[in-house]
């Protein structure tokens, strides 16, 4: 019974997660420019703003049991195809994205950690 309600609120901070995640597309789109590897960046605002529409739809698209399969597996389908700015990152060294310092460290971390965690947070918390 604890592990049900455990994935529960792990489900709904996901999709206020996501929908956080895509309204800040839109909301500090220089945040994210910065990120983007430069053999994409002829097109940094066209990925920009449809990053923020995919975050923004597939949280939504969590909400209902008859779409939360398929949104599960197109947010995974999103960590993934975002590895190349996490493997950027690693490349471009120590940056400053904001008011926040990113070192190789943290690149990897978040490159070999952090997003096998989010896709694996994806796939269980929605499995209730």
Avoid at 1 to 30: C, D, E
Avoid at 86 to 94: A, D, E, L, N
Avoid at 99 to 106: A, D, K, W
């Amino acid at each position: 019974m604890r592990i049900k309600i455990i994935k529960q609120i792990l489900f709904y901070f996901l999709i206020v997660f996501y929908l956080f995640a895509g309204y800040n597309h839109f909301a500090t789109p220089s945040f994210y420019f910065p990120i983007i590897p430069p053999y994409l960046s002829t097109w940094a605002k066209e990925i920009n703003i449809l990053s923020g529409i995919a975050e923004i739809v597939l949280a939504l698209l969590l909400i209902p049991k008859a779409t939360r399969s398929l949104a599960v597996k197109c947010i995974i389908i999103m960590l993934i195809a975002f590895i190349p700015a996490h493997i950027y990152f690693i490349q471009k060294g120590t940056f400053t994205l904001g008011s926040i310092t990113i070192t190789p460290l943290i690149s990897y971390f978040r490159l070999l950690v952090g997003q096998p965690i989010l896709i694996l947070w994806v796939w269980w918390s929605s499995k209730f």
